[in-house]
């Protein structure tokens, strides 16, 4: 328990920046929901890979501004002080599995067979210059997270070979996390008429699922770079959420980052907390390197990111990368 308390308290160390910022501007209320559909896969990195991250999907709904229970709001204000308000839903899953998916018993040093399926509901909360956020993660991992089904499933699809070792995955085990974090938005100035901005941003989570505490940023590149705080990703990476209000016809934007990460505990790579199955020696001390382009018409944001990410655990391979693409629209 000591243990767990002092990595809780690690993972919430940035948090303190919660607390309510200097006075600035709220935004205009925004009357559209936005429905995002997100896809992440070593499949649409170059070189496309099976292994490690292999796949995350997410269905995610942001509501219109004020669209926020009210005990909510009032936890949101007493947080982070005065801003617009939204709620978002996600529900997603991830998929993990070692580097040869071909071995019926997988190397027992190599990240085990993971999935996780969630229900992720969160307050995204912003001034003209910040987001902040604060949410819950309810889930499952093991089978009932339906990673080998939906990943052998889709292999069959395709005529691929079905890894094979997935009857070592981990153990059914509900998982219940808690994240928070802020994102700033600061104007650098202008080269040939394109904007540039950097985008800091520190979070955390503590849970049974990850403990993480992370700091990191983005530059970009662009125009109509108020619509929003950055592409969408499934977190821990750098995500500045489905949230975007046009602020002309035409925003777009290029940009890169970097994040580096303490982790204090991972239980897709440790594996099962209350039951044995096989697990790994995690890394603590992990870092993330982003890069894409967004672009905002019509109503429409499409995304696309590469993330390349230093080793999570001892024995892997020196880095491993994958791509993510996110197409939202509001209505």
Same mark, same amino acid.
Request: zero cysteines; proline letters at 7%; aromatic letters at 8%.
């Given at each position: 328990?000591?243990?767990?308390?002092?990595?809780?308290?690690?993972?919430?160390?940035?948090?303190?920046?919660?607390?309510?910022?200097?006075?600035?501007?709220?935004?205009?209320?925004?009357?559209?929901?936005? *429905?995002?559909?997100?896809?992440?896969?070593?499949?649409?990195?170059?070189?496309?890979?099976?292994?490690?991250?292999?796949?995350?999907?997410?269905?995610?709904?942001?509501?219109?501004?004020?669209?926020?229970?009210?005990?909510?709001?009032? +936890?949101?204000?007493? *947080?982070?002080?005065?801003?617009? =308000?939204?709620?978002?839903?996600?529900?997603?899953?991830?998929?993990?599995?070692?580097?040869?998916?071909?071995?019926?018993?997988?190397?027992?040093?190599? #990240?085990?067979?993971?999935?996780?399926?969630?229900?992720?509901?969160? +307050?995204? =909360?912003?001034?003209?210059?910040?987001?902040? +956020?604060?949410?819950?993660? +309810?889930?499952?991992?093991?089978?009932?997270? *339906?990673? =080998?089904?939906?990943?052998?499933?889709?292999?069959?699809?395709?005529?691929?070979?079905?890894?094979?070792?997935?009857?070592?995955?981990?153990?059914?085990?509900?998982? *219940?996390?808690?994240?928070?974090? #802020?994102?700033?938005?600061?104007?650098?100035?202008?080269?040939?008429?394109?904007?540039?901005?950097?985008?800091?941003?520190?979070?955390?989570?503590?849970?049974?699922?990850?403990?993480?505490?992370?700091?990191?940023?983005?530059?970009?590149?662009?125009?109509?770079?108020?619509?929003?705080?950055?592409?969408?990703?499934?977190?821990?990476?750098?995500?500045? /959420?489905?949230?975007?209000?046009? /602020?002309?016809?035409?925003?777009?934007?290029?940009?890169?980052?970097?994040?580096? #990460?303490?982790?204090?505990?991972?239980?897709?790579?440790?594996?099962?907390?209350?039951?044995?199955?096989?697990?790994?020696?995690?890394?603590?001390?992990?870092?993330?390197?982003?890069?894409?382009?967004?672009?905002?018409?019509?109503?429409?944001?499409?995304?696309?990111?590469?993330?390349?990410?230093?080793?999570?655990?001892?024995?892997?391979?020196?880095?491993?990368?994958?791509?993510?693409?996110?197409?939202?629209?509001?209505?």
């Amino acid at each position: 328990m000591k243990t767990f308390l002092r990595s809780s308290l690690i993972a919430l160390s940035p948090l303190v920046l919660l607390a309510p910022a200097a006075r600035a501007a709220t935004p205009p209320p925004d009357p559209a929901g936005i *429905l995002t559909i997100q896809l992440e896969n070593d499949a649409l990195s170059i070189p496309s890979t099976d292994r490690l991250y292999t796949s995350g999907e997410r269905l995610g709904y942001v509501t219109p501004t004020g669209d926020v229970p009210g005990f909510v709001s009032g +936890l949101g204000r007493r *947080l982070f002080g005065e801003g617009t =308000q939204r709620m978002e839903i996600d529900l997603q899953q991830v998929i993990f599995t070692p580097t040869n998916t071909q071995l019926y018993n997988p190397n027992p040093k190599d #990240r085990p067979y993971a999935g996780e399926l969630s229900l992720r509901v969160g +307050l995204i =909360q912003d001034t003209t210059e910040t987001r902040s +956020l604060a949410g819950v993660a +309810l889930g499952v991992v093991g089978p009932d997270s *339906l990673g =080998q089904s939906v990943q052998n499933g889709f292999h069959e699809i395709i005529g691929q070979t079905p890894n094979r070792g997935w009857h070592y995955q981990l153990r059914n085990e509900p998982t *219940l996390n808690v994240y928070g974090g #802020r994102i700033w938005r600061e104007d650098v100035g202008q080269i040939g008429g394109v904007d540039v901005q950097v985008l800091p941003q520190m979070t955390g989570q503590v849970g049974n699922t990850e403990i993480y505490a992370q700091a990191g940023g983005i530059l970009r590149f662009g125009q109509g770079l108020d619509a929003d705080f950055g592409p969408a990703v499934i977190q821990p990476q750098l995500s500045g /959420t489905d949230a975007y209000t046009p /602020t002309q016809a035409l925003s777009w934007y290029v940009f890169g980052g970097v994040l580096g #990460r303490v982790v204090a505990h991972d239980m897709l790579i440790q594996g099962n907390d209350f039951t044995s199955s096989r697990g790994t020696s995690l890394i603590p001390l992990q870092g993330d390197l982003e890069f894409g382009a967004a672009v905002i018409l019509g109503g429409m944001r499409i995304s696309a990111v590469e993330t390349i990410e230093t080793p999570e655990f001892r024995h892997s391979a020196p880095a491993f990368q994958y791509g993510s693409v996110a197409i939202s629209t509001r209505f």
